[in-house]
């Protein structure tokens, strides 16, 4: 997960606090949920950075062991240095010119020390068996580990296999050495694999937590609606998306009357079961492209794109009809309700204040008018209501 991916995450995170924060319904009963939800990210955020923090340091290895092998594999090719004794003729070099190239290397190289090499006609000799392939009947060298299938088919891994098994390089002096370095190589893949799948998990449950994360930014705990946070997103992206194309977009905004009775009689559960009961009404009676979100408290609001102005109110009109037919039952009572609501047809240049205050006019006429009841909808064309 890139650095911006966690940067959203935390953005995220800090608008779901904010909104818990500012909320002061207790009795949401997944409130509790989301806070522990909440908590198990941030935990797994923590070791998710623990083992980025380890995989990059397995990476930072792997890349200087690589070049350490180059390095090895380029020595036992040329066995490069100022060596006075050949490992293979074991012919000790006694010219001047090689002695006084020594004399200038230790000057320029404080920290080398003198070792077996090669002449220059042995080295000539192995850098041209490099190339040969190797004995098939001769023994494969000593490991003290085995490589897997998967790892016989990488190609650095294959690579240093093949020279190592070549008999020619058996007896270098640095072949005991870049075995030591290929086994450490293999381990340390080991070990950035492993690491890769704890991580590829990790993130595999970030996408999981952030998904329902994001979830619950978007939606009312208790009826399981859109919140006014994304219904005001709703509504931004479809007045924008008609005022490119065209088309017509519907408001209906409504609440339950006399609310306040029903927790005062009843109590708060049968408040919250109020508006739980007319959330799953209102799903019953929408159309697939329309959204329903608790505005606040007990009121809702419903936009409908591409909805005309008949439409609009036979949909506000079945609505309410629902609404009075079902009762809700609490502890053996059966609780009557009514809503009333407000219509409006967005007009062109409408700004979003401008839409909802005058649907919001609407449903204040229809509370004012007697309630239970569509208030009226005004005019596209002349701006009075009907």
């Not at 002695?99 to 404080?110: A, G, K, L």
């Not at 508006?275 to 209102?282: E, I, K, S």
């Not at 007009?347 to 919001?360: K, Q, T, V, Y």
């Not at 609407?362 to 009075?384: C, F």
Request: hydrophobic share 35%; glycine share 8%.
């Amino acid at each position: 997960m890139t650095k911006q991916g966690l940067n959203r995450n935390g953005l995220l995170l800090a608008a779901i606090r904010a909104q818990l924060a500012d909320s002061d319904d207790s009795r949401t009963f997944a409130r509790q949920d989301v806070a522990d939800l909440l908590g198990i990210f941030d935990h797994l955020q923590h070791r998710f950075d623990r083992v980025v923090k380890i995989s990059d340091g397995y990476q930072y290895q792997l890349k200087n062991l690589t070049g350490e092998l180059q390095d090895a594999l380029a020595n036992v090719k040329t066995l490069k240095g100022f060596i006075p004794i050949c490992a293979s003729c074991k012919k000790v070099r006694a010219d001047d010119g090689y002695w006084r190239q020594i004399e200038q290397y230790i000057d320029e190289n404080s920290e080398a020390s003198l070792s077996h090499g090669l002449c220059p006609e042995c080295t000539a000799n192995y850098y041209q068996l490099a190339s040969l392939p190797a004995n098939p009947g001769a023994s494969a060298p000593k490991y003290s580990l085995e490589f897997s299938a998967e790892e016989l088919e990488n190609p650095t891994v294959s690579k240093y296999i093949g020279i190592l098994g070549n008999e020619h390089f058996a007896e270098t002096p640095l072949h005991n050495d870049l075995t030591r370095l290929l086994e450490k190589y293999v381990l340390l893949e080991r070990r950035m694999k492993r690491i890769t799948r704890i991580s590829d998990k990790y993130q595999a449950e970030f996408l999981e937590i952030k998904q329902l994360l994001e979830r619950e930014a978007r939606i009312d705990h208790l009826t399981g609606l859109a919140n006014r946070r994304e219904m005001y997103r709703i509504l931004q992206a479809e007045i924008a998306r008609i005022s490119r194309q065209g088309g017509t977009l519907a408001l209906i905004m409504f609440d339950f009357d006399n609310f306040k009775n029903i927790n005062d009689t009843y109590g708060h559960e049968a408040g919250d079961l109020t508006l739980q009961h007319g959330a799953r009404l209102v799903c019953g009676v929408l159309r697939q492209e329309d959204t329903c979100a608790r505005w606040g408290g007990e009121e809702f609001m419903i936009v409908q794109p591409g909805n005309h102005r008949e439409g609009a109110l036979l949909s506000a009109e079945r609505l309410r009809q629902a609404i009075e037919s079902t009762p809700i039952l609490h502890n053996g009572a059966a609780i009557g309700t009514t809503v009333s609501l407000g219509v409006a047809l967005h007009r062109p240049g409408d700004s979003l204040a401008e839409f909802i205050a005058r649907a919001d006019k609407s449903l204040y006429q229809a509370k004012d008018s007697g309630k239970n009841r569509v208030g009226p909808l005004e005019d596209m064309t002349l701006g009075t209501p009907d």
